[in-house]
DNA sequence: ACATAAATAATGTATAGACATAAAACAGGG
DNA sequence: CCCTGTTTTATGTCTATACATTATTTATGT
């Protein structure tokens, strides 16, 4: 089973040895992997220690278990991924290019003025509105439209955001609990002069919510000019199928 | 701590009494959490199950572990979001419209005459290429240009592609291990006609590659008209910071 | 003061047992 | 044949203990 003795624990190389043959095909979907007493003698180990690896492994979504039946891969259901939300300063200074944030303008609104659409801030709430553009080496790379309330993070009203991205300080800031993203494509139209492009051009449009608990915190809408930039999700993961 | 008094085990539950505080904000990104020996104390219980706990949030995201430094609340850095990616089948039917099916054209192909960048078959294999247009209630909502490589697929080369999706054949028969998505946006040019829009019309791109081990199964184009579609990824959990 | 060695304190891993729990298999009784 | 208990069995949880590992702190020698 495991030919290379590598310096893992244990339960590490139970695991991986599982993992690996899920992955590698060897174990498909609904398999009935061994028993966790036949495991124990057969890797020489007490039960607490199969049972940690197999519990990593239910953790992770590869495995299933049902009393009295056994230990199981799992069909994987849904088609998820995990999608990189990125930072967009990272991004373009990740591609050698020089970063530079400029804000096109700030506003503090009342709650009442906010399309419940993008934020439902509480009653009474104040919240600020930016809009800031996006250079890679000079060049307009994205536009973003922010709400942030000022009810659910106070400091946003005194920040400088003409240095700091409002979404990097917010990650450095805030901790959310939830959060939602849409993705969809539309022209540049109102936003095609900020971005220097054809109001007819396609672009990527981001827009991500985030709440902790029930209160929101900031509603942002990132237009990306399609030629411009793409979302990359990348899934290594339990034997789904192939859509 | 835990006022009530679930039938919730105790592992479980000084999980959730931890997981609560961090998403409650209690607890926040670089906290250092009570040593595992007072834990153990405080819950009166073994070290094994404060560590069963602990254990889990760490796999899950939530927390770091520094030997002889102790526990801590991550900081999550990056931005990571569960994405639903859609059967459009599913999607359509979903939306209560009924969905019909086109199949546009059907090739094979030999491995070298495929754009390498969509796809690398391995030398001397066939590939299937199919064209297919899917309708809601009749009017065009997607176009996909897809590649299914017949060494992995060998099946695929008989599948009737005319009544079934070949992305819902190929979700029932092939499992894969990795896959990779990528967005964009760009205007519907050459597929215009299909889609029955305008050429300059922006659309949401969706290309879809899946493998097995190293060997590649399928890639898949979506070509969505912006207006009709967005994908959404909602994401519950560990106190990131809002972005 | 500075490099080096020893003590310390936290997590990491593992054990051998125990009892709890739930679901499947099996038995009988109607 | 169906329904109902009873037994079996694999996982679920937990304990008390032991030693390993590693980064920090403290002590020590130059």
Redesign the interface.
């Given at each position: 089973m495991s030919l290379d003795d590598t310096n893992l624990s244990l339960h590490a190389r139970i695991r991986a040895d599982i993992e690996g043959a899920i992955?590698?095909?060897t174990l498909?979907?609904g398999d009935r992997i061994p028993f966790e007493h036949e495991l124990m003698t057969q890797y020489g180990c007490a039960r607490?220690t199969v049972n940690?690896a197999l519990?990593?492994l239910v953790?992770?979504g590869l495995l299933e278990r049902r009393r009295r039946a056994g230990t199981f891969v799992s069909r994987p259901q849904?088609?998820?991924?995990?999608?990189?939300?990125?930072?967009i300063q990272a991004e373009v200074t990740g591609r050698g290019q020089i970063y530079r944030l400029e804000l096109l303008s700030r506003d503090v609104l009342p709650a009442a003025s906010v399309d419940p659409e993008r934020m439902r801030p509480p009653r009474g709430a104040k919240v600020l509105a930016l809009t800031c553009r996006h250079l890679a080496d000079g060049v307009p790379f994205a536009v973003e439209e922010r709400l942030i309330s000022l009810k659910a993070?106070p400091e946003a009203a005194t920040a400088d955001f003409t240095e700091v991205a409002p979404?990097?300080w917010?990650?450095?800031?805030?901790?959310?609990?939830?959060?939602?993203?849409?993705?969809?494509?539309?022209?540049a139209a109102r936003l095609a002069g900020a971005l220097g492009v054809e109001e007819?051009?396609?672009?990527?449009?981001l827009d991500?919510r985030?709440w902790?608990?029930d209160q929101p915190?900031?509603h942002?809408r990132q237009v990306?000019p399609?030629?411009g930039?793409?979302?990359?999700?990348?899934?290594?993961?339990a034997?789904?199928?192939?859509?």
């Open positions: 992955l590698s095909g498909k979907p607490m940690k519990s990593g953790e992770a849904i088609h998820m991924a995990a999608l990189a939300i990125p930072d993070v979404g990097s917010l990650l450095a800031h805030v901790p959310w609990t939830e959060a939602e993203h849409r993705i969809t494509a539309a022209p007819s051009t396609a672009c990527l449009i991500r985030t902790r608990g915190i900031t942002v990306f399609g030629a930039f793409d979302l990359v999700a990348r899934f290594t993961g034997g789904g199928a192939a859509a």
